[in-house]
């Protein structure tokens, strides 16, 4: 098996991407941590090929079903003959491993400690052939518990993190997950934001938790806009002006109420719009409800939760009111608006209904249009 890299040529990464990728070495297990929009899923589809060319299974995993979409898309586009990478979920990837009955805690997660010592148990009869490479997505909404267990249960691991984007409550610090592989873990930092103008950036920074503050992009644009709707109708129709005056933009609506989504769908399958529009449910098992196509320009309707990873060249945050009665300085509702702000490529809409602006959008002038 080689254990040398083995570059590969791949002209939509920029030169800084293209030296984390190279300089990873293909054994080892590595934590690749950088804001949003530095490219860390792009690097991660292209990390899981390259590991893929050892010949050794590998595959490339997401807690989010939404995400997973999103880096099988990515794999479709770097497909290398004799090189095949799966893209599956954890939960997927878990119950494949150790059986549906794999035994869970009484969240309902999966028992990471039981897990472990079943691995550790047949560490020695896994066929060496058949233990594969992971590529983590994400990877700071997974537990240590869980890098305890893919320690053991992978020849390599790599995970692609940024723990100032922490929103689940099984997540981890970049620290916390290199301990959990082992100290000898590689750490690799990627900086740039090659997804949001320096208006979406900065407002992005004003929610930010951490110390460490990553560059702001150059690109320019319009500044975000707070506006007060009077009510879902409101909401639907400015959202069907802009995919009409926007006919190739992808316009991602995100919210924090199911109800809400399901209103604003409703009313938007009503306009006619020229492309359908598209809702996400984690509950749907299979269906239009299940598989999107994040590729193609139209509305897309997505929770909070499911939001992470994903791109879009319009954002509108639809129901920020629903927020009100947190405390604004809170890491939580801090990490929240830092990850959904960061969706943007190009416009940012943070909208809210009622007759006060919610707390945490008070004081935004100089980064954003109040209406």
Not at 195 to 218: C, K, Q, V
Not at 221 to 232: A, I, N
């Amino acid at each position: 098996m080689a254990t040398a890299n083995t570059p590969l040529l791949h002209p939509d990464l920029t030169p800084a991407q293209r030296d984390c990728l190279d300089t990873l070495p293909l054994t080892g297990n590595h934590v690749v941590s950088g804001p949003p929009g530095s490219g860390k899923s792009l690097l991660a589809g292209h990390r899981a090929v390259h590991l893929a060319l050892t010949g050794r299974p590998t595959v490339l995993l997401s807690r989010s079903n939404l995400l997973r979409q999103l880096l099988r898309d990515t794999l479709h586009g770097l497909t290398v003959p004799g090189a095949p990478v799966e893209a599956t979920t954890v939960h997927a990837w878990i119950q494949r491993r150790f059986g549906r009955d794999a035994p869970r805690t009484e969240d309902g997660w999966f028992d990471w400690t039981a897990l472990t010592r079943q691995a550790a148990a047949t560490v020695d009869e896994d066929e060496e052939t058949a233990v594969p490479h992971l590529v983590v997505d994400e990877g700071q909404d997974l537990s240590p518990g869980f890098y305890r267990l893919a320690r053991l249960a992978a020849a390599s691991v790599t995970v692609f993190a940024d723990e100032c984007q922490r929103l689940t409550e099984t997540n981890s610090t970049l620290t916390e997950i290199a301990d959990a592989l082992g100290r000898s873990s590689g750490r690799v930092e990627i900086s740039g934001n090659h997804r949001n103008t320096r208006e979406i950036a900065s407002l992005a920074e004003h929610f930010r938790t951490g110390s460490a503050h990553p560059d702001i992009p150059f690109r320019s644009g319009s500044l975000p806009v707070v506006r007060q709707y009077s009510g879902v109708k409101d909401i639907a129709e400015d959202i069907t002006t802009m995919a009409v005056r926007q006919p190739r933009h992808r316009i991602g609506v995100i919210v924090n109420s199911l109800r809400t989504a399901a209103d604003l769908m409703r009313l938007l399958e009503r306009a006619g719009l020229a492309q359908e529009p598209q809702l996400y449910s984690s509950a749907a098992t299979s269906g239009r409800y299940r598989d999107l196509d994040l590729a193609r320009p139209g509305v897309v309707l997505v929770h909070r939760a499911s939001a992470k990873g994903l791109d879009f060249d319009t954002v509108v945050i639809a129901d920020a009111e629903s927020d009100s009665g947190t405390d604004p300085t809170s890491a939580i509702l801090r990490m929240a608006y830092y990850v959904m702000i960061t969706r943007a490529r190009e416009r940012l809409v943070l909208g809210w209904q009622g007759s006060r602006t919610p707390r945490h959008l008070e004081g935004l002038h100089g980064w954003a249009h109040m209406r």
